[in-house]
C-alpha cells in the first residue's frame, strides 16, 4: 500500500508531497533508532605486516562510525581518527557502481 502511495504522491499538490516526505523521513529515523547497532564498538587489532600490530578504537556518534588509533604510526599517529563510515541510509540509485580491481589486474 505505501509503494503504491509513494508512486501516486508524483500528482499530488507540492505541499502534500512534502508533507508525506517529512512523515517518511521521520519513520525512517525512528526505526534506525531502534535497530541494533553492527555491534563493531571497541578495540579492534589490525596486523599491518612491517608496520606490526595496531590497535583502533571504534565507536559511534549517530549514524557515523569513527575508528580513532589507540597506537599511533607515521601515517595516522596516535589519538587521530583512521577513518570513518557513514551509516546513514542513502538513495542507492543516486550512486555510481563501483569498479572492484585487483593489484594483479591491468587497469
Same mark, same amino acid.
Given at each position: 500500500?505505501?509503494?503504491?502511495?509513494?508512486?501516486?504522491?508524483?500528482?499530488? !499538490?507540492?505541499?502534500?508531497?512534502?508533507?508525506?516526505?517529512?512523515? +517518511?523521513?521521520?519513520?525512517?529515523?525512528?526505526?534506525?533508532?531502534?535497530?541494533?547497532?553492527?555491534?563493531?564498538? /571497541?578495540? +579492534?587489532?589490525?596486523?599491518?605486516?612491517?608496520? /606490526?600490530?595496531?590497535?583502533?578504537?571504534?565507536?559511534?556518534?549517530?549514524?557515523?562510525?569513527?575508528?580513532?588509533?589507540?597506537?599511533?604510526?607515521?601515517?595516522?599517529?596516535? /589519538?587521530?581518527?583512521?577513518?570513518?563510515?557513514?551509516?546513514? !541510509?542513502?538513495?542507492?540509485?543516486?550512486?555510481? !557502481?563501483?569498479?572492484?580491481?585487483?593489484?594483479?589486474?591491468?587497469?
Amino acid at each position: 500500500r505505501e509503494i503504491i502511495d509513494a508512486k501516486a504522491s508524483y500528482f499530488l !499538490p507540492e505541499d502534500e508531497r512534502k508533507r508525506r516526505v517529512k512523515k +517518511w523521513e521521520e519513520e525512517a529515523s525512528e526505526a534506525r533508532r531502534s535497530i541494533a547497532r553492527f555491534h563493531l564498538e /571497541g578495540l +579492534w587489532v589490525g596486523n599491518y605486516g612491517d608496520s /606490526g600490530q595496531e590497535l583502533i578504537n571504534v565507536t559511534y556518534s549517530g549514524d557515523t562510525l569513527m575508528a580513532a588509533k589507540v597506537t599511533g604510526d607515521t601515517n595516522v599517529p596516535r /589519538g587521530k581518527i583512521s577513518f570513518t563510515a557513514e551509516l546513514s !541510509p542513502t538513495n542507492s540509485s543516486s550512486l555510481d !557502481p563501483l569498479k572492484v580491481s585487483f593489484d594483479n589486474e591491468a587497469t
